[in-house]
Nanobody
Framework: QVQLVESGGGLVQTGGSLRLSCAAS????????MEWYRQAPGKQRELVAG???????NYADSVKGRFTISRDNAKNTVYLQMNSLKPEDTAVYYC?????????????????WGQGTQVTVSS
């Protein structure tokens, strides 16, 4: 089994910063893409940022220039540095990862979600 555990959420004022972390643990033989999603009340879950195993990144237009995704492969951890936060960034943030869960030669992959961490930006 694999678990993703997020941390770092909280309450911050407009213009402030937070750093989210998501650590994967369990039966892990590699992690492909790692992503951050968010879901605000009454809205659909949306992709915020993603990073490949090789370090290629992509961002939602709404966070470009303010958020930075990174990962530490040795720690099976992905980070989301969030700067210049706005009230519209308020949401539950979820980590998502494609995990290689077996040492088999064909490297089977399964997708996992974390439990989410609340980010609230006050105006």
């Amino acid at each position: 089994q694999v678990q993703l555990v997020e941390s770092g959420g909280g309450l911050v004022q407009t213009g402030g910063s937070l750093r989210l972390s998501c650590a994967a643990s369990g039966s892990i033989f590699g992690i492909n893409t790692m992503e951050w999603y968010r879901q605000a009340p009454g809205k659909q879950r949306e992709l915020v940022a993603g990073i490949s195993s090789g370090g290629n990144t992509n961002y939602a237009d709404s966070v470009k220039g303010r958020f930075t995704i990174s990962r530490d492969n040795a720690k099976n951890t992905v980070y989301l540095q969030m700067n210049s936060l706005k009230p519209e960034d308020t949401a539950v943030y979820y980590c998502n990862a494609d995990v290689v869960y077996s040492a088999s030669w064909f490297r089977p992959v399964r997708n996992y979600w974390g439990q989410g961490t609340q980010v609230t930006v006050s105006s």
